[in-house]
């Protein structure tokens, strides 16, 4: 079975320091990979999404970056945070089964930030 | 541009009522619906997906409807119990790119 795993848990940072989040997918090749931000009184706000090692696509444009070194792995990462980088950051992952294009997402446990 | 609404964004009912949660979406021209379960700081849970080619999905004690021309999406959770206490959030994916948009969810409140 798939599993998704996210860390830290938990991160506390102050303004100005570098960040860097880590998404691993196991018993699954080849996913397609999503980093979304959830602040509060807000939705799910798509940030970046990977089909496949070094291909990312940026939603919108913003204080953070990502990148996809091995099938498996997307890190989210900032060189300076802002306090409006504070919220719950989650990864997600989905394949395409067959000719129907099935195309269900699955989400990992999430990362809160708080930017100090 | 897809927009997602879901209302009411907070509902409250006592343990073994039949409840419908709405979803509605702007673009009708969606591939597919998905409804999630988010508890209190976790991560969101897959409930159900329905495909546009189809009416309904049924898992357990839950059921989602689709009516794509209405541009409107229902989850039906029969006998509720205090343990769906949780966010429900559907999202609607556009056409054939990966995009999800989510609407901001109804919290779930069942008292025992």
């Known amino acids: 079975s798939q599993t998704i795993h996210q860390w830290p848990a938990t991160l506390v940072q102050p303004v100005g320091s570098p960040l860097s989040l880590e998404c691993t997918v196991e018993?699954?090749?080849?996913?397609?990979l999503y980093w979304y931000r959830q602040a509060a009184g807000r939705g799910l706000q798509l940030l970046f999404y990977?089909?496949?090692?070094?291909?990312i696509s940026s939603e919108v444009p913003q204080n953070l970056s990502a990148s996809r070194p091995q099938d498996r792995q997307f890190i989210l990462s900032s060189k300076k945070l802002l306090l409006s980088d504070s919220g719950f950051y989650l990864c997600?992952?989905?394949?395409?089964?067959?000719?129907?294009?099935?195309?269900?997402?699955?989400f990992g446990p999430g990362t809160r930030l708080t930017v100090l | 541009k897809q927009e997602v609404t879901q209302i009411p964004a907070a509902l409250s009912v006592p343990e073994g009522e039949n409840l419908v949660l709405n979803c509605s979406f702007t673009?009708?021209?969606?591939?597919?619906l998905q409804w999630f379960r988010q508890d209190p700081g976790k991560g969101l849970t897959s409930l159900l997906l329905?495909?546009?080619?189809?009416r309904e999905q049924t898992s357990g004690r839950l059921n989602a409807s689709l009516d794509k021309s209405s541009g409107r999406s229902t989850l039906y959770i029969a006998a509720s119990q205090p343990g769906d206490s949780a966010t429900y959030l559907c999202?609607?994916?556009?056409?054939?790119?990966?995009?999800?948009?989510f609407g901001k969810g109804t919290l779930l409140t069942v008292n025992p």
């Open positions: 329905i495909q546009s080619s189809q």
């Open positions: 997600a992952w989905s394949v395409l089964l067959g000719a129907s294009s099935y195309n269900e997402q699955f």
């Open positions: 990977s089909v496949g090692i070094g291909q």
């Open positions: 999202a609607a994916r556009r056409g054939s790119n990966y995009k999800l948009t």
């Open positions: 673009d009708s021209a969606i591939y597919n």
């Open positions: 018993g699954t090749s080849n996913p397609n």
